[in-house]
Each structure stands twice: as C-alpha cells, then as structure tokens.
C-alpha cells in the first residue's frame, strides 16, 4: 500500500534551494513554537513538533536529503517512488527494508521523543519509516539505539532583539535583559555590548541560549541602532554640522565640536572659512567592533550662522562693509585693465 507523501520543505517552509544554515534556522524557530514545554496538553502543537522534527532528519542530513530530492519528482509524477511497493513488502516481511546505511541522527529520536510524549507507537511518519528509518538491519540498529541513547545533546541557541543608541555604540554598554524561559519563568541577565556594533551585529553570549544534556546553547543579541539626530555614521565614519558664526568664519576662531560620549572638542577656523567646508578629526570617529582602539575620523561640516536680527548701528556698519567690497572690486577692477 503506497504511503503519503511529505513535502517536508513546506513543513519548514523553506524553498527546495535552502541551504543547511536556512534549514536550521527555520527548524529551531519553528521547534521552540511548538515544543511541548510551551504548549503542554496541546494535541496539535504536539503532531506539528513531531513533523517539524521528522522535516529536519531529512532535509539537514546530506545523503537522505539528496535521496529525498530523488524521490520528489517521482512523487509529483506517479504518486509513489519506483520499487515503493516491493520495499514495503520486504520490510513487512523481514522487519527490515531497504538497504540505506547507517545514518547519523541530530534532531530527536524515537526515544527522546517517545520519553518527551509517552506512548509506544513511533513519533515518525509511515513516509520516513518506509523510506528512512528501516534500512538498519537489526544489529545495527541496536548499536545506533545504544548511541542515541548515551549521546549527549547540546541546548539550543536563542535570539533576542536590543535597541542601541549611537553614543552607546561609540564607547560599549551594558543591558540587563529578562529572558523567558520554556516552562514560562522568566530569567534576568546582564550582558555587555561590545563598543563599535552596528545596525545588524549579532552579539554571541556563550552558553546563555536553551538548556541540553551537554550543556547550554548560545544567545545571540541581534542589534538595532537608533538614529541619531547629531550624527550620521558611515562605518566607522562620523559626519557632525557644526554652527560656526558669520564673524568667526570671517575672521577665524574657534568652535566646539561634540563627540557621541559627550566630549567637546575644540577646532581652529581659519579666517574666510566658507559654508560647508568639512574639517576631519582624525581617530575620533567610530571604533571598529572588536578593536576598539581602532577608530574612524569624525567630520565636522561647518555651517555658517547668519545674523537675524541687526540694531540699526549693525545694519550701518554691514551697509558700510558692502560699500567698502564694491569700492574693493572697482579698485581691482581698474588695476586689471591698466595691466
């Protein structure tokens, strides 16, 4: 009797491309939203675990996903896969099936899953029994249970969001974060965010992810940076408008320049500075994540302040300055063509 077919891409709801990384990323999403720790006495969320479960033997173990990939277009064609039917009466004949060599499991086996739901009946489809797990003759099936049974397994990794501001990620900070935990406490932790982490970073934090037998997984901080309305970053370079006044673009001065932690710098104008001319700082920029004292430049844009509101004496005083730049450019004026 043919067995139905599972399209275990769609239960992992990955494209028939997807790579091993994909894959396992899509199945530990996947496995935390249905495992019965979350959802206990819940029917449903218990078959979906059990499927998801069965999905990811396959698709993230090399020789059976390239044997299932095989099978698919037969599937898609004829319905059944080509000797389907003598494999299944060899396999209800002998307990065994067809000759598929001994695999290496990574996601839950039969006991673990049959410990974690009780019962008897196998945790896998009539689909991966007939095509996958019956190819072990009985000797080797014994050292593989044996194995399963005394390997320990690793916890896995978690993911949290962190919202940083740019005057964090220019010199590292800390956060106590509350992480929730599968029976439903909750669990505080500090960690450190490293100086230099940028809109993306994924910050590791070893051994704070899901518990195992063979200790914990990762978590890893993925890391949003928050706009800054001083600053515009570019890597590790900083971009900063300054307001410089009109008299100290004309006649030079000095400026202060802010830094992200709070510093003020100060930076020589050199007389007839225009609007717009960007000054460098060298090494006062942004670190480099990991070297810390590794830094970009910051840029300071000079922008040139114009005076609003003049007394009448001002105002006379500017009408004679622009009195005295026509009389300017007349005398210049007459030299050239005397030239």
Known sequence: MAVEYKDYYKILGVNKNADQNAIRQAFRKLARQYHPDVNSGDKVAEDRFKEINEANEVLSDPEKRKKYDEMASYYQQYGSWPGAGQQERQASASGGGFSGGNYQYYTMNEEDLGDLFGGNSSPFSDFFETYFHSGFDAQSERRSRSRRQTQATRGNDAESKV??????????????????????????????????????????????????????????????????????????????????????????????????????????????????????????????????????????????????????????????FARSLDATDTQQEKAGNHV
């Open 163 to 320: 919202d940083v501001s740019l005057a964090e990620a220019y010199q590292g900070t800390s956060r106590i974060l509350e992480l929730s935990q599968p029976d439903g406490s909750k669990r505080r932790l500090e960690v450190k965010i490293p100086a230099g982490v940028d809109e993306g970073s994924r910050i590791r934090i070893a051994g704070q992810g899901f518990a195992g037998t063979a200790g914990n997984g990762d978590l890893y901080l993925l890391v949003h940076l928050l706009p800054d309305e001083h600053f515009v970053r570019e890597g590790t370079t900083l971009h900063e408008r300054i307001d410089v006044p009109l008299t100290t673009a004309m006649l030079g001065g000095e400026v202060a320049v802010p830094t992200p932690d709070g510093r003020r710098l100060m930076l020589r104008i050199p007389p007839g500075t225009a609007n717009g001319r960007s000054f460098r700082l060298r090494g006062k920029g942004m670190p480099q994540l990991g070297k810390a004292e590794v830094r970009g430049d910051l840029y300071a844009d000079v922008s040139v302040q114009l005076p609003t509101q003049l007394t009448q004496q001002q105002r006379q005083l500017f009408e004679a």
